[in-house]
Every structure is written in C-alpha cells, then in structure tokens.
C-alpha cells in the first residue's frame, strides 16, 4: 500500500506541464520511491513529444506562447487538427537522416501499438515499447532543452484517503481480471496497457461500454441490427467530432478513464461526507492543474480555502459569501460548480449580470469543459434552448443572464426537471435590489426555493449591506472577510491638494500631497481639474480608468487629454496602435470614428455603450494587453469586464445627473489593482468644495441596502411572477400563492416597503388586476365552496403573454395590433412586419428627428407608406412636425416614435451597415445595434406570443424568418459562424474568407494559424474562439446522438418486449 502511495503521489504530480503545482511541497518523497508510473510514462510520451516539438527549429510550427495567457499550453484531448500537424510534423522531423533510428522506433512503436490491440494480457505491451523508444529519445533531447521548461524534480503531495481508495479500486480490478502478471508487477512496470484495458471496466467515458452493456439488454437479432447502425452513426459522428491521432488517442483514453475513475472516487467521498476532501477539494486533481495551466493560479488564498471547507457548504447549505472587489469570489463559485458537474453529477447553473460577463465566462470555462467532460451552456442574447437538451452522460453548465437564468428555470420547472439543476451560482447577488432585473432575480430564486429542495443557492458579492434579509430570503449561511490581495488605496482631489480617505482622522481625511504639474494658462482653462497631471503620473506603462457621469463627458474628457499630452506619447506601442486602428476599421466596414481616430495613436480610447460590441471588444483586448493605456467610460465599466487599472480616477462624485452611491463608488474604484495585473492600486475622486460634505459623507457611511422590487416593477415584477405561478401550476390557489409570496425577498422586507398594506391585500390586490385584464380566471364551476372560489387557472391570453414574456403593460396593445394587422398585413415589403416587432418600450423612450422622419418616409414605395397610414401615422402629420408646424389632432406618440424606429430597423435589414444608418438617422451606432437587438428578442417574444394563440397562426411562419433576419443581420452563411461565442460579424467575415465556413472548420483549426491567417487576431482571441467551437461542435454532435438513440430505442410498449415480459411475470 505504501508503494501505492507513493505511486498516487506522483501520479498526482505528473499531470501538470510547465507551470508548478497549487500547493508547496508538502512532502520530500525518496528517490526510490520516484518510480514512473504508467500514466507518467504517457505523459512523458506527450511530453517527449513536445519537447521533439520544441527542438524543431527547421519548422517552427509550434509557437511557445509567451503571453501568460489562460489558454497557454493548450492540448485538448478532443483535439485533433493541432495534434494531427504535430503528428506531421514528428514524422518529418523523424524522416531527418539523423533521426532515422528514431523513425524506427516509432514505427516499432506503432507496431507495437496494432499488435497490442488484441493482446488482452502479459506480453510485452506498447507501455514498454514506448518507454524504451521515448526513453532514448528524451535522453537525446535533454541536452537541448531548456530545464526551466520541464523542472526535474515533482512536487509531491499527500495523499488523501480517496486517492488511495481510488488506487486500491483500480488494482483490485486488474487482480480481477486474473492477470498474475499484473497483480505482481511493480506500477514502474505495468503498461498502459493493462490499465487501460482494464479501467474502462468502470468507465463512463468509454463509448464503446455504453454500446456494449446497452447490447446486452437487447439480445435479439433485430436488436443487433439496430445496433450496428446506432454504432456506425455514433462512431462516425463521434469520429468526426473528435478525430485524433493514433499515437495521441491512447494517451487520451488513458488519462480519460484516469480521471473518471478519479471523479468515481471524489464523487464516493462526496457522497460518504467524510472529513476527506480528495486531492482537490473532492474534485480531481487535473482541476488543480487547469488552474494552474488556464489561470496561472496556484495556490488557494486562505479565505478561500476557510470558505469551501466550511461545515455549512459541505453540507450544501445554501450561502452568501461578500468580499471586497478583487477577493476572489469567483474561484470559490467555480469550485464549489465543478463539484456539483463532476462529483454530483447534477447541472449547474450560473447567473451573471451582463451578455459580455456571459460570454467572457463561456470563454474561460469552455476549456474546463472540453478537458473535465462537461458542456458550457451560454443563456444570452439570443442563444439558448428552452427546455435544455437532456443530456445523457455529461453534465451542463449553464452561464446565463439574469433573463434567460429566469426563462430557463421556468422551462426546467414545465418539464418536472427543476431537481436536475443541483446548484444555481449568482454573481453580482446585490443586483437583486436593482430595478426590474432585480425583480426578475427575485423571482428565479424564490421559484427554485420553493420548487426544488435539492437545489442549493450560492449568492457572491462586494457590495453588500444588510445581509440578514437575503439570508433569510435564501436561508442562507454567510461567510465574510475583508481580503483583498491588492491593497487599494483610495484618495480624493479638492483644486490642487490630494487627501487620503482615512477612516481614523477626524474628518475622513489627511493631507496626502500637492499636485505640481507645470500647468500653461491655455491648459488650465482646458483641464481645470487637473486630469492630464494625474493621468500622466500612470500612463503609459500603467494603466488608467477615468470614470465619467455622461456618455458625452467620456469622449470629451478622452479629446482633452489628448490635446494636452507630449507627442511622446505616440511613440509608446505605435506599431500595436496602428493594428487596433486597422482592425477597428476592418470590423466597421472601412469607418473609423473621429474621436477614436484621434485618440487611439495615444493610447487612449473612450468606452461606453455608444460603442458597437464589435468595437467595444476590440478596444477592451487593445486595453487588456496594454496597447491602449486610459479609457475614460461610464460606470457601466464597473460591473462589466475585468479590466485592469493602476490608478481608478472618478470624475465627478456623480453618475449623470445623481450624485454617486456607496455602492456605484466602490464598484468603481474596485477596478484598481486587480490581483494578478497589479502589485498596488489607488483611486482618486476628483470634487468641487461644493461636494466636499456629502463626498466626506458617503465615503465614511456604509454600503446602502438592497432592497426587492418584485412590487414595485409591477406588470415586470409582482404581476408577471402571479401569471408565471399559474401557468406553470407552482401555485394556483389563494393560499398558496400567498406562501410562496412570503417566502420572497419582498416578504422578508414586506413590513418595511409597504408598512400600509398587508402581504395578503398585496396578493389578493394583484390577483384581482390579472383577472380583470383577462390574464387570469377564477375556477367557479366546481360549487361555491370557499376553496374552489381560491383556485386560478391563466386565460389562453395568459398563457400567451407569460409563454412571450411580454411585459404585461403591454400585453393587450401587442394583441389589439396584431389583431389589426390580420385585417390588413403589407407583406410587399418587412416594413409591416418590423412595425409589429419594434419593442414598445424603446419607443416610448424615442425623440424622432422629424426631418429625418420626414425624408426617410418620402423615400418609401407607395405601399410602405400605406403602412404608417394603416398604422395611423399621416403624411401630413409628419410633414407638419418636420416643418414647425403645430398640430391640433392628437395623435400617439407611441405609435409614432415606433414607426420612426421601424424605419430605422428596416433600413438596417436592407443596408446591413450599422454606421451608415446611424449616420442616416444620426444616432449612436451603440444604440442603433441595441435597437436592434432588442428587435430581434421582442420578435422572438411576439412569435411565442403568436404560438399559444390559434388566431394568429398566420404570424408564426412569418414571425420564424424575421427573428432569424433580426438576429443575426448578415448574410446567411456567416450565420453558423457567429453561433460560436465571441465571433461576431467582422470576424466571421473575415473567417469565412479565409475558408473557415461551417463550425466543423473554427473547431479543427489550429490557433496558430489562425493567427497567421486572420488579421489581427490575438493568440488568446484564436485559441479562445477554437475552444468553443469545439464545445459548440460538440453539443450538437451529443444532441445528434440522443436523437438518434431516441430514434432507434425499442419502444417500451414494443409487443415483443410487453408480451416476453407479461410471459416471465
Ligand atoms: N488564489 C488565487 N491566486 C491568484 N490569483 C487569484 C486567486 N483567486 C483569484 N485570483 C485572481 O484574482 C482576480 C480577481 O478575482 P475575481 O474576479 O474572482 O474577483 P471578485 O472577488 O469576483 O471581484 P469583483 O467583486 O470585483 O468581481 C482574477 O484575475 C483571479 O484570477
Ligand atoms: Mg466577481
């Protein structure tokens, strides 16, 4: 057993590559005790071959990446395009006449490999073939090698009880299979071989297992047949998805059953709740070294390491766990998530507040995913699947918004799934107290609370107040500490003296120093503030985020500092400059705006969402990797991507018009000094005297509350939440829906929102409002007994609006439209169509430029412009606004501004060019592509509306292509391209030219080439983009076999099967 250990000890270790180990060394192991064991030799057949890689001068293929990148050292096992050039790219360099003898070898060793495939047991085995063939040849090459790459010596850890139960399993079924030779044999010795033959016994990653035990159930001919062909289109497919190399399969067969045995056994210690927690928190200990090879993190902080082994969360006690920004939240949560996907075996789903936090997720996790064998959901925009497809072995992680979180919990819930969701992460849990999206928060946990009892709820935050309501909301236990890895020092800027903040000094304050910049008049008057002084304490070698109440304000402020910094500054990354430049363009269709072209050269850009995602993307790379060295944005950069910052400055202490919250400031100033980019971070609040009070107040007071909205956000919130319980039969009686409101956030705080009505009058107010609207209907035919009297059930215009998601303010203005329409529809051209979708809600919020109203009405066809007169918008009275005219008639403004805003959309759909319409219309490109956007959900929204009620049947086929058209906006062949997370339009065009067409070709491309191919395309972007092709082509290819499992199952109620069974019985 001791030699075990020692075995699992370094088995443990082998695994990682070139970065070390998570944890110190913990123990000095002896050399004797240093015996490779079977997998150590595949890994240093890889590693061997690697470092042939490496040596390669002649064919510099293999790029070392030197960027401490998340995706460095990327080899997926689901791989095959890279390993198969690698593969090439080996057998050429062994072609060299002086690597012949080693061509041999390898050829011995292919041999070696064929022959092995029916030799079950005890003759020599590809193991000691290549041992001796990689053996020479690493003795051969480590004299060229650079030693800081491969480290001699393994750290070692110690071993927990669940690897040596796992150890003993694993030798127990090699004696199983009466293999004397093997139960005698030293690990050193035993071949891969023998193992992987003999792991797969237990396997659930083996296909062929699976086809084998299902065989087994069904023995007769026709069964047989059926499962030839369900095994030809599985293997095809499966061969297609994943094709690799012989060489490197077995290597991947070996390390894949290796670590489901691995997820066995850390799934037993789960499962036992002993004290034990695997070799990495119950988790596999390849997920120590993803870490260490994605993250580059290595070792827990202590906080973190307290918080996943605290009682409560072994228990799977529901939890809240608040650290200041840059703690490290977010590690925790993926821990305890992997736990759940690989030990549980339950799906997960994590909640985020924005698509771009979405997509940057599905990014990082999608590597975790191809290597640990679970799927990477993304819930945004416009992706995901309502219900999601059931999955038959592995596991989903579902990455969602706060919406499509909701909508999907409410698809589980229909379909009797919600218990298979095990554990639901919410990042940003403060959020909850935000506006309708707060309401809808709401509304999803306390769904799942009171639906699933299996399905734990973990809440993270920095900004979080009084936490005793959400526990109580979430009964929850809640963890705290006030880490932060990088110290943040906060200073505020009065005219020319800089205070730190200093919570001990009578006023908040000390004096900290003089600003002495050498200001000249001219610039005084332009930078009053001083904003150029401390920008250039920073740039360019650190980078800065200068926080701005408006949108406008950003690119000013951005213009301004420019004007004002030395022409040095544009030497700084000039060339990178150039290429950001260049690539803007090239994905804005040749256009450049004016303030980017102006500020970029000096490494300055402004952010906000005037942006396109396209240029916005762009810019955050051009930021996070230094080239640009300011953004000047609006607070919605707080929350959003993490960027990094040396110094946060805040403009003024206000977000447009309002002054600054606590918890907006810390959000903020939380960008300085992220862990992992810098060593320190400070921010300054720049104020007028005027200010000073409440700045001195708000920074020494404490975070505000968070408070629900489910009532406020009514038809958003406390309406559409009664509507969805009915719907979905959660809770169709008065009393019930009364329980389920008590256990809300709202019921928590009930007595202090609304200390004048009782929760009761609430619910029975709102219940009266949904039936009078026609939503809703009380069930009266049974009697007049009190308690059928309670009962409800949702009209078929209910279910129409619930199963749309339409906001109830609008709900019977969408039918009484469409309802018109089918007197009447103008199907000559879209127009009608994209009237009927343009979201109420962005009208109501519209000022049309009558002028441009105006002209772009005239250059309709007589039959478009019957639209606005079908619709009730007259010529004439577009004609009198553009002209000053006043006008007496009264007409809706909504109907008006939604026409204004079709004409846009429909512009868009002809033109596909988001700047020139937002030239034509002049508005921001940003909101421009949000409008649409918010076109193609609502259409989306309308076509499931149309779905539940039979009188619209007409629209549905109609409604299908236009949210097609809406959604992706482009031409039809770049539409499979854009479905891979993170390519957008002008990426996808320049994939497709360079003869990257389906999905197949983006997860067989070689990132390497990529970037050779693509302009300026970075490593992480390429590997990023590969990776989750690779995931997407992966989950189609799963769905493609469940359908044909499905397809080829024998039907339970199959004569045969019913009668044999009634016979035996
Ligand atoms: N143990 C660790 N060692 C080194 N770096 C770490 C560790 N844990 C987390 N990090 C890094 O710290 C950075 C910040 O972590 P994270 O994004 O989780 O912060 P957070 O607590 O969620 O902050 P915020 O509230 O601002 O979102 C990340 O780059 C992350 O990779
Ligand atoms: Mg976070």
């Known amino acids: 057993m001791d030699e075990g250990g020692s075995r699992i000890r370094r088995r443990v270790s082998v695994r990682k590559r070139n970065r070390p180990s998570l944890d110190s060394v913990s123990t000095a192991c002896p050399a004797t005790e240093l015996k490779p064991s079977d997998e150590e030799k595949e890994d240093k057949e890889m590693e061997a071959g690697s470092r042939r890689r490496k040596t390669v001068d002649v064919q510099p293929v293999e790029i070392i990446d030197s960027e401490e990148d998340m995706f460095g050292d990327y080899d997926s096992f689901a791989e095959n395009s890279l390993l198969a050039q690698v593969d090439d790219l080996e057998q050429k360099y062994l072609q060299l006449p002086e690597h012949r003898n080693h061509a041999t070898d390898h050829a011995t060793e292919d041999l070696c490999s064929g022959s092995n495939k029916h030799n079950t047991l005890n003759v020599p085995t590809v193991g000691d073939c290549t041992e001796l063939n990689i053996d020479e040849h690493m003795k051969n090459q480590s004299r060229h090698e650079d030693v800081s790459i491969e480290p001699e010596a393994d750290i070692l850890y110690d071993v927990p009880s669940s690897q040596v139960l796992f150890f003993e399993n694993l030798y127990k079924s090699s004696s199983d299979l009466g293999d004397p030779s093997t139960e005698e044999k030293d690990w050193n010795s035993s ?77 037993k210690t789960i499962e036992s709740s002993s004290d034990d927690l695997g070799p990495f928190y119950s988790l596999p200990s390849k997920v120590r070294d993803l870490y260490v090879q994605f993250k580059g993190i290595e070792k827990l902080y202590e906080w973190q390491h307290t918080c996943l082994t605290l009682k409560s969360v072994q228990e799977r006690k529901n939890l809240i766990y608040s650290l200041p920004t840059s703690g490290g939240k977010t590690l925790v949560a993926e821990i305890l998530m992997l736990q759940e996907l690989l030990c549980r075996r339950k799906d997960v789903l994590m909640i985020l507040p924005y698509v771009a936090i979405v997509q940057e997720k599905i990014s990082g996790l999608s590597s975790f995913g191809i290597e640990l064998g679970f799927f990477v959901e993304e819930y945004a925009g416009s992706k995901g699947k309502f219900p999601p497809i059931k999955r038959r072995e592995k596991k989903s992680l579902y990455i969602a918004t706060i919406e499509k979180g909701h909508s999907l919990v409410n698809s589980l819930i229909e379909t009797g799934r919600i218990s298979s969701l095990g554990l639901v992460v919410v990042d940003e849990l403060h959020m909850i107290g ?166 970029i050269p000096f490494g ?22 230094g080239v640009l060295c300011l953004f000047t944005c609006t607070s919605t950069l707080a929350a959003g991507v993490n960027l990094p910052a040396r110094r946060v400055i805040l403009r003024a202490p206000y977000v447009a018009k309002e002054f600054l919250k606590k918890n907006q400031y810390k959000q903020m100033i939380g960008r300085a000094g992220r862990a992992g980019i810098d060593s320190v971070g400070e921010s300054i609040l720049i104020l007028q005297e005027k200010d000073k009070q409440q700045v001195l107040e708000l920074i020494s007071r404490p975070l505000e509350n968070c408070y629900s909205h489910l009532v406020q956000e009514f038809t958003k919130g406390i309406q559409a939440l009664f509507l969805s319980l009915i719907g979905l039969k959660i809770a169709t009686n008065l009393d019930d829906i009364y329980r389920f409101m008590s256990g809300t956030f709202f019921g928590v705080q009930q007595k202090v929102l609304l200390k004048e009505k009782s929760l009761w009058e609430i619910t029975m107010e709102s219940l009266r409002y949904l039936t009078e609207k026609g939503l809703l209907q009380k069930d009266t035919i049974y009697g007049s007994e009190e308690e059928f009297q309670n009962n409800f059930h949702i009209t078929k215009l209910g279910r129409a609006s619930f199963k749309g998601t339409i906001d109830l303010a609008y709900c019977d203005i969408l039918y009484r439209d469409l309802k018109k329409g089918l007197e009447g529809l103008m199907l000559e051209s879209l127009l009608h169509l994209i009237y009927l979708t343009t979201p ?39 004609g009198k606004k553009a002209s000053g005219q006043a006008i007496r008639k009264k007409v809706d403004k909504n109907i008006v501004n939604r026409l204004y805003l079709s004409f846009i959309l429909y512009t868009l759909l002809k033109e596909t060019n988001i700047w020139s319409v937002s030239e034509k219309f002049n508005m921001p490109r940003g909101y421009i592509q949000s409008l649409l956007s918010g076109a193609a959900a609502f259409s989306s929204c309308v076509l499931h509306f149309c779905e539940e009620l039979e009188e619209f049947w007409a629209y549905r086929a109609l409604l299908g292509e236009l949210t097609k058209k809406l959604t992706y906006c482009v031409k039809a062949e770049l539409v499979p391209l854009m479905e891979v997370t993170g390519v957008l339009e002008g990426r996808a065009r320049q994939l497709y030219n360079a003869g990257y067409k389906s999905l197949t070709h983006l997860a067989n491309a070689n990132p390497e080439v990529l970037i050779r191919t693509i302009d300026h ?23 493609l076999q469940e359908e044909v499992e499905e397809l080829l199952r024998l039907p339970s109620d199959f004569p045969g099967i019913v009668a044999s069974s009634t016979e035996k019985a």
């Open 191 to 267: 071949s891969p071989k023998t193992v992987n033959e003999k792991l797969p016994v237990n396997s659930r990653e083996q296909p062929q297992q699976t086809v084998e035990s299902s065989s087994k159930i069904r023995p007769s001919s026709d069964a047989n047949m059926r499962k030839s062909l369900k095994d030809h289109l599985k293997s095809t497919m499966t061969g297609n998805a994943k094709a690799q190399t012989p060489i490197f399969s077995r290597t991947k067969q070996l390390k894949e059953t290796l670590l489901s045995e691995e997820i066995n056994v850390a799934k």
């Open 434 to 599: 935000e506006g309708s999206r707060g309401a809808i928060l709401e509304m999803t946990l306390a769904k799942i609370l009171y639906t699933s009892k299996t399905t734990q709820i973990i809440g993270m935050s920095a900004t979080l107040n009084n936490v005793e309501d959400l526990q109580e909301f979430l009964q929850a236990e809640y963890y705290t500490s006030q880490f932060r890895p990088v110290e943040l020092k906060e200073y505020l800027k009065i005219n020319d003296t800089i205070y730190e903040v200093d919570s001990r000094a009578e006023n908040g304050m000390t004096f900290s120093r003089l600003l002495n910049y050498k200001y000249s008049d001219t610039l005084k008057k332009m930078d009053p503030d001083q904003l150029v002084a401390l920008v250039t304490e920073v740039i360019p070698n650190y980078s800065c985020l200068v926080f701005c109440p408006t949108k406008k304000n950003c690119e000013n402020v951005a213009e301004m500092i420019c004007k004002s910094l030395s022409k040095e500054y544009l030497k700084h990354k000039e060339k990178e400059k150039q290429e950001v430049i260049k690539n803007l363009k090239n994905v804005s269709g040749g256009n450049l705006c004016r303030v980017l072209k102006h500020t």
């Open 604 to 625: 300055v850009a402004y952010h906000h969402s005037g942006l396109t995602s396209n240029e916005r993307k762009l810019l955050e790379e051009a930021y996070s990797t």
């Open 840 to 878: 109420y809600d962005m009208a109501s919020q519209c000022d049309p430029d009558w002028m441009i109203y105006f002209r772009q009405f005239n250059q309709l066809s007589p039959a478009e412009q019957n639209v606005a007169a079908l619709v009730g918008v007259s010529e004439n009275f577009i």
């Open 1017 to 1039: 395309l970075s490593r992480r972007q390429a590997k990023q983009i590969v990776s989750s092709a690779k995931m997407l082509l992966h989950e189609k290819a799963e769905a």
